[in-house]
């Protein structure tokens, strides 16, 4: 396979008569043509940006965002960068993208010497970047076969299962089990037999994926868990971008969630729960949806470890009744706003004596005061529980 794309991008560069790079979508090092514009990597020509790139086979995070930032991410077509001496990039760039199914899966990268290739031979060179990208997603396709050994590490009990399942998993992933990774979990996933997910396993990021089984109200459906590798800890572009393509392609009724980042294996069955809870948090809270990361669900971290007859607290019983919809939601909104009549009233649309009747109602069908702290927080906790599904 390696030396297939070798063979790619010395095609390029001698299409374009210039040395090419190829670099996956992580700015990792895959190829690179022969430069013969000096005497090697000591080249005066060879901006710091290149030299480190060849040597270390990867670039800086502070060197992939400023690349990033001229859109390459999005584009279909080159995209020529300038030189930018304080930012090490001593020449410019002709930054070839590499797709395939709408998807960014690389990049071809040339020094943008002038007066340059014509379109002719760029519209050529990118014709070969298809074929690089029609490659690398086969090599994600036959390399992320890994649907039992990651349902096995989500679903294991704790204990030596789940030792088990992580050492099964680690010998499969190989070195791609190391580093940094994210946990997506989109639900409900549109597809009855878990033997369907095969067909997305050329999604871009996706480390690994598979169906697991997801709690519908009084039924059952599925979900879609996804393994995304992450270039930093504080960076879940990766994974927030995969999760945002893939409810997309849920449809309406969607909602994803995505945990923190994880170093290694041996915590994905946190990091799923973590997944988990933030898509029943998007789904029950239309303002955190359709896409949430646990770190911004607020108290629905605590709400989703609460069992789900919580929500069917005797003191809140009636309240929630279809027939006390209104009155529900007033006490909610109340509560959101902290107890603050004159917001809560001018939310609803309401004059305040009705909501004074309505809060008066709410304490009658409860039996709770709602001047009292632990009584608000009560009932401000099953009508939040009362959303998740």
């Known amino acids: 396979m390696k030396g297939d794309y070798q063979e790619l991008v010395d095609e390029i560069s001698a299409l374009l008569g210039a040395p090419a790079t190829l670099e996956n979508r992580d700015f990792e090092l895959i190829a690179f043509g022969a430069h013969?514009?000096?005497?090697?990597?000591?080249?005066?020509?060879l901006d710091p940006v290149r030299t480190r790139s060849i040597l270390?086979?990867?670039?800086?995070?502070?060197?992939?965002?400023?690349?990033?930032?001229?859109?390459i991410t999005r584009a279909t077509t080159p995209v020529r960068i300038p030189p930018t001496p304080e930012a090490g990039v001593h020449r410019g760039r002709i930054c070839l993208p590499v797709r395939h199914r709408g998807y960014a899966l690389g990049y071809v990268w040339l020094l943008d010497d002038e007066p340059g290739p014509t379109d002719a031979k760029l519209a050529a060179a990118m014709e070969v970047a298809t074929r690089i990208g029609a490659l690398l997603a086969d090599e994600a396709q036959a390399g992320a076969d890994l649907t039992r050994e990651f349902r096995a590490v989500l679903t294991a009990e704790r204990g030596w299962q789940r030792d088990m399942a992580v050492a099964e998993l680690r010998t499969a992933l190989g070195?791609?089990?190391?580093?940094?990774?994210?946990?997506?979990?989109?639900?409900?996933?549109?597809?009855?037999?878990?033997?369907?997910?095969?067909?997305?396993?050329?999604?871009?990021?996706?480390?690994?994926?598979?169906?697991v089984p997801w709690a519908m109200g009084a039924g059952a459906g599925q979900s879609l868990a996804v393994l995304v590798r992450l270039r930093s800890a504080?960076?879940?572009?990766?994974?927030?971008?995969?999760?945002?393509?893939?409810?997309?392609?849920?449809?309406?009724?969607?909602?994803?969630?995505?945990a923190d980042a994880r170093a290694g294996l041996e915590d994905l069955g946190a990091a799923w729960g973590e997944a988990a809870a933030a898509a029943r948090a998007a789904l029950?809270?239309?303002?955190?949806?359709?896409?949430?990361?646990?770190?911004?669900?607020?108290?629905?971290?605590?709400?989703?470890?609460?069992?789900?007859?919580?929500?069917?607290?005797?003191?809140?019983?009636?309240?929630?009744?279809?027939?006390?919809?209104?009155?529900?939601?007033?006490?909610?909104?109340?509560?959101d706003l902290a107890g603050q009549a004159g917001r809560t009233a001018a939310e609803l649309g309401i004059h305040r004596q009705t909501l004074y009747y309505r809060l008066s109602r709410v304490e009658q069908l409860t039996k709770l005061d709602l001047d009292e702290g632990e009584d608000r927080l009560l009932l401000h906790m099953i009508l939040k529980a009362a959303r998740l599904r």
């Open 36 to 45: 013969d514009g000096g005497d090697g990597l000591d080249a005066p020509d």
């Open 175 to 211: 070195t791609r089990g190391e580093g940094l990774h994210a946990v997506v979990c989109v639900a409900p996933w549109p597809v009855a037999n878990p033997e369907d997910a095969p067909a997305l396993r050329t999604v871009p990021g996706a480390t690994a994926l598979c169906m």
């Open 56 to 71: 270390t086979r990867r670039s800086t995070a502070q060197v992939r965002s400023w690349f990033e930032s001229f859109g």
């Open 234 to 258: 504080d960076a879940l572009t990766p994974a927030v971008t995969t999760a945002s393509r893939l409810v997309d392609s849920a449809g309406r009724g969607a909602a994803a969630g995505v």
């Open 284 to 335: 029950a809270e239309p303002r955190l949806g359709p896409l949430a990361r646990w770190s911004d669900i607020g108290p629905y971290r605590l709400l989703t470890a609460l069992p789900a007859e919580a929500a069917q607290d005797a003191a809140a019983r009636a309240l929630l009744t279809p027939a006390h919809r209104e009155l529900a939601r007033t006490a909610e909104v109340f509560l």
